[in-house]
C-alpha cells in the first residue's frame, strides 16, 4: 500500500519557469490538499479538493493551480515560479476534511527551489 | 494572522528530563489533532482529540484538549533522543472554512 507518493521528490527551477508537482494517493480518499512549508511557518495550506472535479483555495493560493479529475490525483502547477516560491511542498489526503477532520496521511515532500 | 499559536517554537530538552508544548487557537475547535516531523521527513499523525478536557496518552506521551476547546497540550516524560523532531498540532479553523490549519510547529532538540 503506497499511501501519498509525491514526484519529485527534489527541483530546481528558474525564475519564470512552469512545473507541475504530482501526487497520487490509493487509499480512495475524497480529501486532498497541498500544504507548503517554510521555517517558523508551519505548514500553510494552499489548495485543497473534497473530491474529483471540485478544488478551492487555502491560505496562499497566488501562483498556484490544481485540478482533480480523479480521485487518485491532485497536481500542484507553478504557473511562472518566483524565489518565494522556493520551499517544501507537501500533498495530503484524509477519508473526509470536513468539520471532524480524520487523520491526515502526508506524501514524502517535495524540496523546490527557484533562483 | 496565525489562528493557531504553539510555543514554544524550539524546545532543548536534557535526555530524560521532561517538557510540555502548548498549542492554542483563536477560536473554539470542534477537534485537534496532534502530528510529528522527523527531521527531513513528513508529518505524521499522532493522535486526534474531540471531547473538552480529553486527556489521551501514547507511552511516554500524554495529549490533552481543553477544557474550553480552544487549547491543547503535549506532554513527553523521560524526553529520548527518538523524540527529536517537530510536533505539529492542527485543527478546523472556521474562518479557513473549517479546513486543517497548522500551528508553527514546536522544534524539539534533546541533548545527550
Given at each position: 500500500?503506497?499511501?501519498?507518493?509525491?514526484?519529485?521528490?527534489?527541483?530546481?527551477?528558474?525564475?519564470?519557469?512552469?512545473?507541475?508537482?504530482?501526487?497520487?494517493?490509493?487509499?480512495?480518499?475524497?480529501?486532498?490538499?497541498?500544504?507548503?512549508?517554510?521555517?517558523?511557518?508551519?505548514?500553510?495550506?494552499?489548495?485543497?479538493?473534497?473530491?474529483a472535479g471540485i478544488t478551492d483555495q487555502g491560505e496562499v493560493p497566488n501562483?498556484?493551480?490544481?485540478?482533480?479529475?480523479?480521485?487518485?490525483?491532485?497536481?500542484?502547477?507553478?504557473?511562472?515560479?518566483?524565489?518565494?516560491?522556493?520551499?517544501?511542498?507537501?500533498?495530503?489526503?484524509?477519508?473526509?476534511?470536513?468539520?471532524?477532520?480524520?487523520?491526515?496521511?502526508?506524501?514524502?515532500?517535495?524540496?523546490?527551489?527557484?533562483? | 494572522?496565525?489562528?493557531?499559536?504553539?510555543?514554544?517554537?524550539?524546545?532543548?530538552?536534557?535526555?530524560?528530563?521532561?517538557?510540555?508544548?502548548?498549542?492554542?487557537?483563536?477560536?473554539?475547535?470542534?477537534?485537534?489533532?496532534?502530528?510529528?516531523?522527523?527531521?527531513?521527513?513528513?508529518?505524521?499523525?499522532?493522535?486526534?482529540?474531540?471531547?473538552?478536557?480529553?486527556?489521551?496518552?501514547?507511552?511516554?506521551?500524554t495529549f490533552q484538549f481543553g477544557e474550553a476547546k480552544k487549547n491543547s497540550?503535549?506532554h513527553i516524560t523521560a524526553t529520548q533522543t527518538t523524540d527529536v523532531g517537530?510536533?505539529?498540532?492542527?485543527?478546523?479553523?472556521?474562518?479557513?472554512?473549517?479546513?486543517?490549519?497548522?500551528?508553527?510547529?514546536?522544534?524539539?532538540?534533546?541533548?545527550?
Amino acid at each position: 500500500n503506497a499511501g501519498v507518493t509525491q514526484t519529485p521528490k527534489f527541483q530546481v527551477l528558474k525564475t519564470g519557469q512552469s512545473m507541475t508537482l504530482q501526487c497520487a494517493q490509493d487509499m480512495n480518499h475524497e480529501y486532498m490538499s497541498w500544504y507548503r512549508q517554510d521555517p517558523g511557518m508551519g505548514l500553510r495550506l494552499i489548495h485543497y479538493s473534497v473530491g474529483a472535479g471540485i478544488t478551492d483555495q487555502g491560505e496562499v493560493p497566488n501562483g498556484y493551480n490544481v485540478s482533480r479529475s480523479t480521485t487518485e490525483d491532485f497536481p500542484l502547477r507553478l504557473l511562472s515560479a518566483a524565489p518565494s516560491q522556493t520551499s517544501v511542498y507537501f500533498c495530503a489526503s484524509s477519508y473526509s476534511g470536513h468539520q471532524l477532520n480524520t487523520e491526515a496521511f502526508f506524501g514524502q515532500g517535495t524540496r523546490l527551489t527557484v533562483v | 494572522g496565525q489562528q493557531v499559536m504553539q510555543i514554544p517554537q524550539y524546545q532543548h530538552v536534557q535526555e530524560g528530563e521532561d517538557f510540555t508544548t502548548y498549542c492554542n487557537s483563536s477560536t473554539t475547535l470542534s477537534n485537534i489533532q496532534w502530528y510529528k516531523q522527523r527531521p527531513g521527513g513528513h508529518p505524521v499523525f499522532l493522535i486526534q482529540l474531540v471531547k473538552s478536557g480529553e486527556v489521551k496518552k501514547q507511552k511516554r506521551l500524554t495529549f490533552q484538549f481543553g477544557e474550553a476547546k480552544k487549547n491543547s497540550s503535549l506532554h513527553i516524560t523521560a524526553t529520548q533522543t527518538t523524540d527529536v523532531g517537530t510536533y505539529f498540532c492542527a485543527g478546523p479553523i472556521r474562518a479557513a472554512g473549517n479546513k486543517l490549519t497548522f500551528g508553527g510547529g514546536t522544534r524539539v532538540l534533546v541533548k545527550p
